[in-house]
């Protein structure tokens, strides 16, 4: 680096320079002054010039070259990249001696006009602590680390941390020469500790197993702690080195039980259960096997300390279980009966097992080799002797001994030996059985000869005889017996020497006698005492026969003596209907004349007069007139008017009357109602269903139409009627259902041709007026 000698302090003294330039020839003794002269004149002589220093301005300047020169020292480093462990490059420092070069400075000056050389300086060089080569090791431990997995083994198996997972866990400790690589510890410990639950086992002691017929020892097994603080020194060491398994670091746990421990409570045990146990009565034997006696091996106390011995209920179940074999139970004298009479069958006494004494044995020949143990037995007397049964014996014979018999009138009912002898039961226990015949069966015995006897009371009635008049039936008295008292008989008889008897009887009086049909029977043959006429004017007659009357009459025959004899209306008019025919132009009204009728006979009255109307004639064309003063404004395109007086509908197109035709509305009861509707509804074909249950007086039959216009949402119709033939006025009344003069439910009905057109004719929206 070049600086100005200027910057360096340096400057000429010009005064004292030209002063020294002046003074070359004049200065010396005479020759050389002329001699200097000549020279300069000559060939010219270079003069010094006079320079001088300025020492503050030379530092100065130092100090701002050393800012460019001095340089620190820089150590080698080792960095852990993605990519891998990475060495930076170390660098010798520089540092300018501004004292030493500034005491150089003047010296070196004062040569500068004569030689052309550069002015030294003192630099210091610092060499770095840490040079590349320090750190290869370093860096290769951790590029081979991380380029293999971490492998850790135990008894043959081994767990690999990754690559990648090893280079996570890389870290640097130390400074400078002396940084060293390491695995992190505690994500290795981690990692040490998810292993070790493969590692670690717990000790297991040696135990005892009863097997079938033997008993022996599982051996025991020591088991493994990891000690995961040596473990991980070991892989820490491991990791940067030649790379092999590192085996894992474990204490041994020793089991409290060992397998030597529970020798003694084997051979005692096995001494037990190695050969099967007999307990022998005569010449019979019951055997537990050694499978069995396995199963009933139990011990006392704890390993390895335990007493082995056979479990004393099992074993007692055992014993009783041969108990019941050994066993005989007592025979009581007993009574029999064979050949038609009871005899007692001696009596047998029993043994049975002493099971106290016979366990004893048992339990004392737990330990002998043969196992064999001897039944010790006593005697059972029974409870009742033949002697104790004589008399009762004697009694049952007699009571099976022959047949018993009752009797009524001319019938006899007889039960059998043999039937007595399966009927024969004994009460009470032991020596106090008593013979007796079954209740049961002789209550039974008595319900059947009262079945036989009894003759059930028949109550007089009112009948009809085969022409159809009535007639009254006389009523039949009853027999019964009294079956407890039948019963009673039939034991006492069965004790008797006599062994037949009467029945004693009873008359059973009919609920209803004659006497108490009389009044209602004449009531009844009353009615039907003769023909019954019915009269229209002066010109025609008609009569009842008797029978038709007695066709109408009901009474009621369920026993009682009230019969309640009554005339039928409805089926009253029905036998009028077969007879009496409708002159012409007439309307006869068959409900109310059956009901003039009934009140006739029941007056006692034999003739009425025929309830009648006539018909009118009414004009083949009706003639209506619509209520057109119901618009104020202009009339609709098309409406409907109504008149319920004159029973006509007619359909106009704004004034015009288009169509006219007869109608029927409602009967009086259910009228139709007025005032301005419009049509809600075509509906064709439609089916009418009467909102009325059967039996109410407006019901009706399920009915179909071909057309109907709904006015009303609550039921209300223009429809045609095929079941009508009249329409028009005087066809709206009331009356019964089905006949021309009476009226419909509410609805509009119309002849089918003009329905048919006024159906085509109208639309939903179509107004109607309705009026009187």
């Given at each position: 680096r070049q600086v100005s000698a200027g910057r360096l302090g340096l400057s000429v003294d010009v005064a004292r320079t030209v002063d020294r330039a002046f003074g070359v020839g004049r200065t010396e003794g005479a020759f050389d002054r002329w001699s200097g002269r000549y020279q300069v004149w000559r060939s010219g002589k270079q003069v010094a010039p006079v320079v001088t220093f300025d020492a503050d301005s030379a530092r100065e300047a130092l100090i701002g070259m050393a800012s460019t020169v001095n340089r620190p020292a820089r150590d080698a480093t080792l960095a852990l990249t993605p990519n891998g462990p990475i060495i930076g490059s170390s660098q010798v420092g520089y540092e300018l001696d501004t004292a030493a070069t500034l005491s150089l400075l003047p010296s070196s000056l004062e040569t500068l006009h004569s030689q052309d050389r550069p002015v030294a300086t003192v630099i210091r060089a610092t060499q770095p602590r840490v040079l590349e080569a320090q750190l290869t090791f370093a860096r290769d431990a951790v590029a081979a680390a991380s380029a293999r997995p971490l492998r850790l083994s135990f008894q043959g198996r081994v767990w690999k941390l990754a690559p990648e997972r090893v280079r996570s866990l890389v870290h640097l400790t130390g400074e400078g020469a002396s940084i060293q690589p390491s695995l992190r510890t505690a994500p290795l410990r981690q990692w040490l500790q998810q292993v070790s639950a493969d590692i670690n086992r717990a000790p297991r002691n040696a135990r005892i197993v009863v097997r079938p017929g033997a008993v022996t020892v599982v051996q025991s097994q020591v088991g493994y702690s990891t000690n995961v603080a040596a473990t991980v020194q070991s892989l820490q060491a491991a990791a940067f080195a030649a790379g092999a398994p590192v085996s894992a670091r474990v204490r041994v746990v020793r089991p409290a039980i060992g397998d030597a421990d529970l020798q003694p409570e084997v051979r005692e045990a096995n001494a037990m259960v190695n050969r099967p146990l007999n307990l022998q009565f005569g010449n019979r034997e019951w055997t537990l096997s050694s499978n069995e006696l396995t199963a009933l091996l139990r011990w006392k106390g704890t390993s390895p300390n335990r007493t082995p011995y056979l479990a004393a209920g099992p074993l007692k179940s055992w014993v009783r279980v041969a108990a019941q074999d050994i066993g005989t139970s007592p025979v009581n004298a007993r009574i029999v009966v064979w050949d038609g009479l009871a005899r007692v069958l001696s009596d047998t006494p029993g043994r049975q097992m002493d099971t106290q004494k016979t366990f004893a044995a048992v339990q004392g020949v737990l330990d002998?080799?043969?196992?064999?143990?001897?039944?010790?037995?006593?005697?059972?007397?029974?409870?009742?002797?033949?002697?104790?049964?004589?008399?009762?014996?004697?009694?049952?014979?007699?009571?099976?001994?022959?047949?018993?018999?009752?009797?009524?009138?001319?019938?006899?009912?007889?039960?059998?030996?043999?039937?007595?002898?399966?009927?024969?039961?004994?009460?009470?226990?032991?020596?106090?059985?008593?013979?007796?015949?079954?209740?049961?069966?002789?209550?039974?015995?008595?319900?059947?000869?009262?079945?036989?006897?009894?003759?059930?009371?028949?109550?007089?009635?009112?009948?009809?005889?085969?022409?159809?008049?009535?007639?009254?039936?006389?009523?039949?008295?009853?027999?019964?017996?009294?079956?407890?008292?039948?019963?009673?008989?039939?034991?006492?008889?069965?004790?008797?020497?006599?062994?037949?008897?009467?029945?004693?009887?009873?008359?059973?009086?009919?609920?209803?006698?004659?006497?108490?049909?009389?009044?209602?029977?004449?009531?009844?043959?009353?009615?039907?005492?003769?023909?019954?006429?019915?009269?229209?004017?002066?010109?025609?007659?008609?009569?009842?026969?008797?029978?038709?009357?007695?066709?109408?009459?009901?009474?009621?025959?369920?026993?009682?003596?009230?019969?309640?004899?009554?005339?039928?209306?409805?089926?009253?008019?029905?036998?009028?209907?077969?007879?009496?025919?409708?002159?012409?132009?007439?309307?006869?009204?068959?409900?109310?004349?059956?009901?003039?009728?009934?009140?006739?006979?029941?007056?006692?009255?034999?003739?009425?007069?025929?309830?009648?109307?006539?018909?009118?004639?009414?004009?083949?064309?009706?003639?209506?007139?619509?209520?057109?003063?119901?618009?104020?404004?202009?009339?609709?395109?098309?409406?409907?008017?109504?008149?319920?007086?004159?029973?006509?509908?007619?359909?106009?197109?704004?004034?015009?009357?288009?169509?006219?035709?007869?109608?029927?509305?409602?009967?009086?009861?259910?009228?139709?109602?007025?005032?301005?509707?419009?049509?809600?509804?075509?509906?064709?074909?439609?089916?009418?269903?009467?909102?009325?249950?059967?039996g109410h007086r407006w019901w009706y039959p399920t009915a179909n139409v071909k057309y109907a216009l709904r006015f009303r949402y609550d039921g209300l119709y223009i429809h045609d009627a095929p079941w009508r033939s009249e329409y028009g006025p005087g066809t709206n009344g009331s009356g019964r259902r089905g006949a021309a003069s009476t009226g419909s439910h509410g609805c509009v009905n119309v002849p089918s041709s003009m329905m048919g057109w006024l159906y085509t004719w109208s639309k939903v929206g179509t107004q109607i007026i309705i009026h009187k």
């Open positions: 002998d080799s043969k196992g064999i143990a001897k039944v010790t037995t006593v005697r059972l007397p029974a409870a009742v002797s033949a002697a104790d049964l004589k008399a009762a014996a004697a009694r049952a014979s007699h009571l099976i001994g022959s047949p018993v018999s009752l009797t009524y009138q001319d019938e006899t009912w007889t039960v059998d030996t043999a039937t007595l002898r399966s009927w024969l039961y004994w009460r009470g226990e032991g020596k106090d059985v008593v013979p007796a015949l079954d209740e049961g069966q002789v209550y039974s015995f008595a319900k059947n000869v009262g079945y036989g006897v009894f003759r059930e009371p028949k109550s007089a009635y009112v009948d009809l005889e085969p022409g159809g008049l009535p007639k009254l039936i006389t009523e039949i008295p009853g027999v019964d017996i009294d079956v407890d008292a039948t019963a009673r008989l039939f034991h006492k008889l069965a004790a008797a020497e006599y062994r037949s008897g009467e029945v004693l009887s009873s008359s059973l009086a009919p609920t209803v006698a004659s006497a108490d049909l009389q009044e209602e029977y004449d009531q009844i043959s009353s009615w039907s005492s003769d023909r019954f006429y019915l009269t229209m004017d002066d010109d025609h007659t008609w009569w009842l026969d008797r029978e038709d009357i007695a066709g109408a009459t009901f009474w009621n025959n369920a026993g009682g003596a009230e019969i309640e004899p009554n005339l039928n209306t409805e089926t009253m008019e029905e036998q009028i209907r077969r007879w009496v025919k409708a002159p012409s132009k007439t309307v006869i009204d068959y409900e109310q004349t059956a009901a003039n009728v009934v009140d006739a006979l029941e007056r006692g009255d034999r003739s009425v007069a025929i309830e009648y109307s006539v018909i009118k004639e009414k004009p083949s064309v009706p003639r209506h007139v619509g209520d057109l003063a119901h618009w104020t404004g202009k009339f609709p395109k098309k409406w409907i008017d109504l008149d319920l007086t004159t029973q006509t509908i007619a359909a106009y197109e704004g004034k015009k009357q288009v169509k006219v035709s007869f109608i029927t509305s409602g009967r009086p009861e259910l009228a139709t109602p007025t005032g301005t509707f419009s049509v809600v509804d075509k509906l064709s074909p439609y089916t009418f269903v009467s909102p009325w249950p059967k």
